[in-house]
Every structure is written in C-alpha cells, then in structure tokens.
Nanobody
Framework: QVQLVESGGGLVQAGESLRLSCTAS????????MGWYRQSPGKERELVAS???????NYADSVKGRFTISRDNAKNTVYLQMNNLKHEDTAVYYC????????????WGQGTQVTVSS
C-alpha cells in the first residue's frame, strides 16, 4: 500500500503564496500519477493539478498560471506551489497517488486546510 502525509497548509491573505508538500511511503515503486485535489464546504472534491511519473502535468483552469505541481522522486514527495492565492482557493487540499499492486489503486492523504482571507 501507499501512505501519504501532507503538510504546508495555513492561513494567508489574498495575493500571498503557500507551498504544500506530500510525502509518500510504503510501496513507492508502484506509484504512477500523483496529484492534488481540493474540497470546500458544499462542493465536490475537484482536481487541482496532477503529475505523471514522467513529469507531465495537468492543471485545473482556475489555477493555471498561479499553481505549479512538481515531484521529487528521490524524496518521494510531490509539491504544490500556490502563488497569488485567492479567497476562492480556500479549501481542504488532499494529496492523491495512483499506484499498481496487482490492479490499479488509489490512496489519499488526510488533507490540509488552506484558508485565504480577502
């Protein structure tokens, strides 16, 4: 299995930056894609950004040009650099990993709160 631990959330003002980190442990070699999702009250969980094992990235339209996802395979860590934060970015951010052990599986972190005051 794969375990994920996130860190880096907090309270910031609009226009400021935060960097989230997610470190994986367990069956590291089985991990394919990793990503960040977010969920705010009353809304469904949505994809923010994802990155393949080869480094190809994908972003939600709402964060393009402001957020950057990166991956350090040597540290088993994926990052989300969030710049020019907006109030609407307020949410719980979850790290996600897609891995293969006999079949395709997914693992989630516990979530980290990001609050942006306007």
């Amino acid at each position: 299995q794969v375990q994920l631990v996130e860190s880096g959330g907090g309270l910031v003002q609009a226009g400021e930056s935060l960097r989230l980190s997610c470190t994986a442990s367990g069956s590291i070699s089985s991990i394919n894609d990793m990503g960040w999702y977010r969920q705010s009250p009353g809304k469904e969980r949505e994809l923010v950004a994802s990155i393949t094992s080869g480094g190809r990235t994908n972003y939600a339209d709402s964060v393009k040009g402001r957020f950057t996802i990166s991956r350090d395979n040597a540290k088993n860590t994926v990052y989300l650099q969030m710049n020019n934060l907006k109030h609407e970015d307020t949410a719980v951010y979850y790290c996600n990993a897609v891995f293969v052990i006999f079949r395709l599986r997914t693992s989630w972190g516990q979530g980290t709160q990001v609050t942006v005051s306007s």
